[in-house]
């Protein structure tokens, strides 16, 4: 029995036999030619093979994980077509006189390497896109089928890493799990396992392909991130057990679809869910939450090579709101620190985190937030929408962005464009100084919403993305509660209500802790709105 330990990124347990999937691997030597125009029209022919491939499994897709999840291969067709990529290429072929192949692998791997120095994990992860598709172009070249089967029966498939086609090309109904050596959090490939219900685990470990083998009886824990090959009988035993109780959870959980979120003595909160794409929406109406808790409009930008223009925009921040019946609440663009797009041309920082971030950058640049909320305005009319404003820190800032929020309204009202006139405005408490001067700041919103990442960050003097003082990074430190405490006294006594959408929203350990508080509601993660639920419905406030 040998144990290995990676990240598990979808809580299941899966027991079965171990699948290697194993590609078609192309060499690509570097060949020189003088007939460039031929190797031009390989390229050609090779993209439009490519793009029909990944129509077919976008058809795929929509069956099996819905419309909004397979739009990532409607970006891959996009990508096929990007200008940058497709220059570079050209002029390694026409410059370098090189074979089509050879400079379609090298641009991969320039674009993959700029994609992976990127500080945010969600750019990171866009590396394992640009592989796909010149994998994909490379092997139309050569005749090759990119995609591997699994055997007969059930199986657990482990791979170096996945990319998102071949993800979706898979039998679901054959997987029973995901392993990988490597692969992000962030990457679509996870993102999609998490959205067909398949437990995930990844970053394993270099060793671990080398060192396991087809057919042997493996333990995919999801939960922990445990990997066990060919596990003895009392442990085989042990997680049999596990595995039938983990069902009969979800099993109870499902039997609160429906339910109020509300106290044995009567105290009833929302529970909202946190997403960062319209990509998670059939997600959020599958897990029963109230409404969106936290639409995180950032992810917009970093998906573009430029600034989304305002119709993108309000395409999207509408069709989110006709889909969710509920509110939704939309945190406008927090870009900086650990999100980076290359486009905004951001200067380098010592301390990014403490720079030009998130509504600082906004008000720096209000032509870019003037965009947003117009769209966000002309949006309105199609749902309950909330709009938040993240790293609030003053008076000052808030009455700028209040002031802007009206010229965009009075922008509309002149040329006769509709917009809701029952907008919530609200700001996120993530700095101690926001939570400091709540009792000013509430009188000037509808609600506070709490983002305790950042606001554990900010109050520790804890680099979030800094593993080596993880230690030191309380999350249940008392200076953290005090301040959530304060934030929401000073909410209520202004007539205004306060949610948590930060984390720390999700851990059930404080869960009483914040409803004593007077938290009025909860955005997580959609998978873990009714595990909340089941807590909150269990908590006595009289006890």
């Avoid at 900086?336 to 720079?355: I, R, T």
Wanted: charged share 25%.
């Amino acid at each position: 029995m040998v144990k290995y330990h990676g990240k598990g990124v979808y809580g299941a347990i899966a027991i079965g036999s171990i699948s290697i999937f194993r590609r078609k691997n192309i060499q690509v030597k570097k060949i020189k030619t003088d007939n460039t125009s031929t190797e031009l029209e390989r390229l050609e022919k090779a993209k439009g093979k490519a793009t029909e491939q990944l129509r077919k499994i976008y058809e795929k897709a929509l069956k099996e994980v819905g419309e909004a999840n397979a739009q990532i291969f409607e970006i891959h067709m996009m990508m096929i077509e990007d200008d940058d990529y497709n220059e570079a290429i050209t002029k390694m072929i026409t410059e370098q006189n090189v074979n089509a192949e050879y400079a379609v692998s090298v641009t991969a791997g320039n674009f993959a390497d700029m994609f992976s120095s990127m500080d945010d994990s969600y750019m990171q992860a866009r590396a394992a896109d640009v592989h796909d598709i010149s994998n994909r172009i490379i092997a139309c070249m050569n005749g090759c089928e990119t995609e591997a089967v699994p055997s007969a029966e059930k199986v657990i498939i482990c791979a170096d890493d996945l990319a998102p086609s071949e993800t979706v090309s898979l039998d679901k109904d054959k997987v029973l799990a995901f392993a990988t050596s490597c692969g992000s959090s962030g990457s679509h490939t996870v993102i999609l396992a998490g959205n067909m219900n398949i437990p995930a685990i990844i970053g394993l470990g270099e060793e671990f392909l080398t060192q396991i083998k087809d057919g042997t009886t493996a333990i995919a824990d999801g939960f922990t991130g445990t990997f066990i090959v060919d596990p003895d009988e009392a442990t085989l035993s042990e997680y049999k057990q596990k595995q039938q109780e983990e069902e009969e959870k979800k099993k109870l959980l499902q039997e609160l679809k429906g339910r109020e979120n509300i106290t044995l003595d009567g105290k009833k909160i929302d529970i909202f869910a946190n997403i960062g794409s319209a990509g998670s929406i059939d997600t959020v109406l599958g897990s029963d939450a109230g409404g969106i808790g936290l639409f995180r409009s950032e992810f917009m930008y970093l998906e573009n090579t430029d600034y989304p223009a305002e119709e993108e925009q309000f395409r999207i921040y509408k069709h989110v709101l006709e889909s969710i019946p509920g509110k939704v609440i939309i945190r406008t663009l927090d870009i900086g620190a650990d999100k980076q797009a290359d486009y905004f041309h951001l200067e380098h920082e010592e301390n990014p985190a403490l720079g030009l971030r998130a509504i600082r950058l906004c008000l720096s640049r209000p032509e870019i937030f003037r965009v947003q909320l117009r769209a966000l305005y002309r949006a309105s009319v199609y749902g309950r929408l909330g709009i938040m404003f993240p790293m609030i820190t003053s008076i000052s800032e808030l009455e700028e962005i209040l002031a802007l929020c009206s010229e965009v309204k009075n922008e509309l009202k002149e040329s006769d464009i509709e917009y809701s006139e029952n907008i919530e405005l609200g700001i996120m408490i993530e700095t101690p100084a926001a939570a400091i001067i709540s009792d000013r700041l509430a009188p000037m919103v509808d609600f506070f919403s709490v983002g305790t990442n950042d606001l554990t960050q900010y109050t520790l003097a804890c680099d979030r993305q800094n593993p080596r003082v993880e230690r030191f990074c309380d999350t249940h430190h008392e200076a953290i509660l005090r301040l959530i405490e304060m934030s929401a006294e000073n909410a209520h006594k202004n007539g205004i209500w306060i949610g948590i959408c930060g984390e720390l929203a999700a851990d059930t350990s404080l869960t009483e802790t914040f409803l004593r508080m007077g938290i009025d509601e909860l955005s997580v993660s959609p998978s873990l709105v009714l595990k909340v639920r089941d807590t909150v419905r269990k908590i006595n406030l009289n006890g």
